[in-house]
């Protein structure tokens, strides 16, 4: 059964930076679209960023120039590299891959930014 497991979050002060991990099971980093999704308190969970398997990436635009997903297909991992981190960037981080037709969530990772 493929899994996805976030890791790397925490309470950082504004300005801050984190990087998050998403390790899978089997090889489906290396062979799924795969994207970071968030959710803060009260909000619906919304898209940040996209890395395909040819490594092309796109980013929602309030975290242009201050995220980086990148993909590590030997070791199985997507990450997210935030820095400059904001309180409004303060949300549940999810791991998603898109291998068709199916598609996999990791359970989340807790990103806190407060001074």
């Known amino acids: 059964q493929v899994q996805l497991v976030e890791s790397g979050g925490g309470l950082v002060q504004p300005g801050g930076s984190l990087r998050l991990s998403c390790a899978g099971s089997?090889?489906?980093?290396?062979?799924?679209?795969m994207e970071w999704y968030r959710q803060a308190p009260g909000k619906q969970r919304e898209w940040v960023a996209q890395?395909?398997?040819?490594?092309?990436?796109f980013y929602e635009d309030s975290v242009k120039g201050r995220f980086t997903i990148s993909r590590d297909n030997v070791r199985n991992t997507v990450y997210l590299q935030m820095n400059n981190l904001k309180p409004n960037d303060t949300a549940v981080y999810y791991c998603?891959?898109?291998?068709?037709?199916?598609?996999?969530w990791g359970q989340g990772t807790q990103v806190t930014v407060s001074s």
């Open positions: 890395i395909a398997s040819d490594g092309s990436a």
């Open positions: 998603h891959g898109r291998l068709y037709p199916n598609d996999y």
């Open positions: 089997g090889s489906i980093v290396s062979r799924a679209f």
